[in-house]
């Protein structure tokens, strides 16, 4: 398996709809995840943390299940500006330490 | 607080050219990093300096050298750019080493003729 995997999407959703996105990982031992969203030709910018215990923010929900190696991040009532790209980091399974990072998940929000 | 700040924006080059990118953060973080992001290929880790007087190769280290100038300062230099160098190149900095969260700058968009 590779370290860090995301469906590329796109996810096409109208407004006001429920999207989830889940990134699966390689190393069980992480104990930090994060969620980054990138807006078309812009630089990635951290959207959540999400811990063992998970993480809510407004309309966002980051869980981890450790079990299955996988982080999810659920958006609620989706706007029109949530359309970006959001990508996963995880601690790598070896090498040099520090996040590995998704390819991303694309994410469109119609009217 | 600029957060991270790189130069140039844009840039293009001929083959063989040579060049050097900067990147500057005023968060006093410890650790910074380059990155190239390609379509499809997602950010792959060209160097990074865990901590001042120290830089290590990533994942695709080939073509490039770095420079911890300070605390504040990490610098990307193309000896002799070539074609497969033209990506969008993003520096980020983190407080820590590890797991820490990383703060992008706003990237460099290079293209290498």
């Known amino acids: 398996r590779k370290e860090v995997e995301q469906d590329p999407g796109p996810f096409n959703v109208p407004e006001g709809a429920t999207v989830a996105f889940n990134c699966t990982y390689s190393n069980s031992a992480s104990q930090s995840f994060f969620w980054y969203r990138q807006d078309c030709r812009k630089e990635p910018k951290l959207l959540m943390s999400?811990?063992?215990s998970g993480n809510e923010d407004g309309r966002f929900t980051a869980q981890l299940n450790r079990a299955s190696q996988y982080i999810s991040l659920l958006i609620r009532d989706s706007k029109l500006s949530d359309s970006a790209t959001y990508l996963c980091a995880v601690p790598p399974n070896s090498g040099y330490s520090t996040l590995t990072f998704g390819k991303g998940t694309m994410l469109l929000v119609s009217p | 607080n600029a957060g991270v700040t790189q130069t140039p924006k844009f840039q293009v080059l001929k083959t063989g050219q040579s060049m050097t990118l900067q990147c500057a953060q005023d968060m006093n973080h410890n650790s910074m990093y380059w990155y190239r992001q390609d379509p499809g290929m997602g950010l792959r880790l060209i160097y990074y300096?865990?901590?001042?007087?120290?830089?290590d190769k990533g994942e695709v280290p080939n073509g490039y050298n770095v420079s911890r100038l300070n605390k504040r300062e990490f610098s990307l230099r193309l000896e002799s750019a070539a074609p497969s160098q033209t990506s969008v190149y993003f520096c980020a900095s983190s407080e820590g080493w590890g797991p820490d969260t990383q703060y992008f700058g706003p990237g460099t968009r290079l293209t290498v003729l």
């Open positions: 300096s865990a901590s001042e007087g120290t830089t």
């Open positions: 999400v811990y063992s």
